[in-house]
C-alpha cells in the first residue's frame, strides 16, 4: 500500500506501552518449546516475524495456543520434535531462520526452509559454515548459503568459536545448538550483542557462563517451563524516542520497556548529542531490566558513535540518521556495514529517502554521513518493502514540510502492527 503523511506543525505527547519485544518474543517461543511443562507468555508480539517462530515450532510438533497477547507452550523437550510435513515458511523474518538452523541442526532428520525474496538475499553462511564444522550438513536449492535450503542435523560435536561478525543471530545459533548436544560450546564475540539468548536460557532454569565476551554452554541441559512478561520492544519505542526529540514541542513517556543495557545504543548517542531524555530502570523481568523513558524535543549536536557501539543500536541506524539531520554539524555514522545484510541494504535506504525529503546526506561502504540542520520539504520515498525504513520514513513526515509518500507500507507489520494506533495516539496536531 502507498500512503501519504503530512502533519505539519504536529507535535508528540502522551504515554505509551510499546508492544513486546521481538527478539525476547521469538526467544520465548523456543526455549520454551525446548523446555518441560507449560510456559505462560504475556505480552508477546504478535506480528509478522513472530508468527513464522510460532509456525515452525507447530510444524515441529510442539502445541502451542494463543489468546490475545498472551501465548502458551505446551513443552515436551526436543526429543519430542518431529520431522515436519513440508518446508518451514521463514518468511521475511532472520532471526528465525538463524536461530531455527542452530536448534534443526540437533535434531537426527531433515528439514527444508524458505522464505520471502528478501530474507532470499540475505547471508546464511554466518551460520551455516560453523553449524557445518559442528557436523550439520546444509544444501542450498539455490544460490549457495542462500534460502530455500536444507539441514540434516544429527551427531554434533561442541565447536570453540570466534565470530567473525558482531551478531546476536549467529551467536544464540551456536549456543541453541550447543545446548542440545553432549560437551562445551564456546562462543567469543568481539564486541557485545543483545544478550537476550543467555538471559532466557537462565529465565528457563538453564546455565551459561558468561567471562568477559566468552559465553560457554554445556549441552544436554533439562529446561523447565517458565512464566514470561516480555518487555517493551525498545527498537520500537525509538521511532516515538526519534520523534519527540525531533519535533518542537513534545514530550513523551513510553512505559514498561526493555532497557538491556546490549540495546541501549540510540538512547546513549541521542544523550551525547544533547536529546533530553531520561530512563528509570524498575523492575526486572527475570534477568531483563525494565523501565520508563522520557524524551522531550532538544537542541543536538552531532557526536562519534564507537564500534563497540553498532550492535546494540544496530536496527536503529536508519533512525539514527534522520535525528542528525536535525543537529548542528556534520555527523559521521562508522562502521555499519551490517547494514547493508538486513532487510534491504539500510544504508543505501536511508540515504535515498533521506535525500529525497531533501537532507544533505552521502554514505561509503561502512559510512554515512549527514549533514544538519536541514528543513525537510518531503516528497515521495521508497520503503523498499523494509518495515524499518517505512517507520524512520514516517517520522521523517512529522518534521516535513511539504507531504510524504511512502510506498509498501504494509510491511510495518512485520515487527510493529500497532505502530499507527500508537501514532495516532500521541500526535497532536496544532492550530495553525
Ligand atoms: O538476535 C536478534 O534477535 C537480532 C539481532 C540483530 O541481527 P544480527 O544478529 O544480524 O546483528 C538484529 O538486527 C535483529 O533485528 C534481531
Ligand atoms: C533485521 C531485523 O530483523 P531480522 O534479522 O530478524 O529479519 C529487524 O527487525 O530490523
Redesign the pocket.
Known sequence: MTEQFHYKRASISGVVRVPGD?SISHRAIMFASLAYGETVIDHFLHSE?CRRTIEAFKSLGVHISESGNQVKVLGRGVDSFSQPVSALDMG?????TRLMLGILSSLPFKVNLTGDDS?SKRPMGRVINPLTEMGAEFSSLNEENKLPLSVNGGHLQPITYHLPVDSA?VKSSILLAGLLINGTTTVIENNPTRDHTEKMLSAFGGLIEINGQQIKIIGKQTLKSAKITVPGDI?SAAFWVAAAVITPGSHLVLEQVGVNPTRMGFVDVLKRMGAKITVTVEHYIGDEPVGTIEASYSELVPTTVTEREIPSMV?EVPLLALVATQSQGEMKINHIKELRY??TDRIEATVNILQNLGATVSSSEDQMVVNGPTDLKGGSVQSKND??MAMMAVIASIISDQPVTIDQTDCIK??YPTFFEDLRSIIKENEL
Open positions: 521481538k516475524d521475511n523474518s532472520g532471526t528465525t530474507l543471530q527498537s536496527d538486513k532487510e518495515h524499518r512485520i515487527s
